[in-house]
């Protein structure tokens, strides 16, 4: 694990995953670099900076580089947690919907395009060796969910990028770890499925991964459903169409 002289950066900080994250590298001594569109829960804390952005945008992006810039500190982590899942039926009556394309356009730049630029942006800060870019991904970055069509593209995406990226930065000393959440008891999952983990024990197994230098944080039944993936692939899709 970086020493607690680097920055940990997270984004979509404000709920779920994102706000454990900030509690638990905190009490691991980090200095936190708190990134979300709303703000308001995340109250003033030792070691914690704030940051309201929007990241599906250019100038949320810039506006964080620029912090991180100003805060003069090498990164440790950077923790690309930040997204949404809307679900578009492409057949349905919001195909048509002028504001659909928008949709679209928003939920790529947030899930996928986002995490590339921070990438980008924040490379030249990160430590060296010893940085760690962690990337949320999902389940269905692996088999796609019918009714989040756009999510499951972005997330597979963000899957291969991760991919890369961890070749590339090889050299530089900079590893590269993929969050596979399975079903996290968040308001993205209200009224789906059964038998969530809390936010807490995903936290714990992307600080773990990120402490042990894995490449995969992947707890519970997330890891299951990726080995069974490889074997069975179609059993794992029906399950996810179902999700």
């Known amino acids: 694990m970086p020493n607690s002289h680097g920055l940990a950066i997270i984004t979509g ?3 779920g995953i994102g706000l454990a994250l900030v509690n638990r590298y905190l009490e691991a001594g980090f200095p936190v670099l ?21 990241l599906a945008g250019r100038a949320g992006i810039t506006r964080a580089a620029d912090r991180v810039k100003a805060m003069g500190l090498p990164v440790a982590v950077l923790i690309n947690n930040a997204g949404v899942q809307n679900a578009i039926d492409f057949t349905g009556p919001d195909s048509a919907n002028p504001m659909c394309p928008d949709c679209i356009r ?3 730049a947030l899930n996928l395009t986002a995490p590339m630029l921070l990438a980008l942006c924040l490379l030249p800060l990160m ?5 760690t870019i962690v990337n949320v991904t999902s389940l269905v970055s692996r088999q796609p969910k019918p009714s989040a ?7 597979a995406g963000l899957a291969s990028f991760t991919q890369s990226l961890r070749v590339q930065m090889r050299s530089e000393g900079i590893r590269l770890v993929e969050a596979v959440p399975p079903l ?6 209200v009224g789906r499925g059964s038998g969530k983990i809390s936010p807490e ?7 773990v ?4 230098q894995k490449r995969l944080a992947a707890p519970g039944l997330s890891r299951r459903v990726l080995l069974l993936n490889r074997v069975w692939p179609e059993l794992v899709r029906k399950i996810l169409a179902r999700s």
């Open 13 to 15: 900080a404000s709920r």
């Open 34 to 54: 708190a990134i979300a569109r709303d703000t308001a829960v995340l109250q003033p804390r030792e070691n914690l900076t704030v940051l309201d952005a929007d």
């Open 106 to 108: 928003d939920e790529i």
């Open 127 to 131: 430590l060296r060796p010893g940085g």
């Open 149 to 155: 069509p756009v999510y499951s593209a972005s997330k």
């Open 184 to 189: 996290v008891d968040t308001g993205m999952t």
């Open 201 to 207: 024990a995903m936290v714990d197994a992307i600080f």
């Open 209 to 212: 991964s990120v402490r042990d």
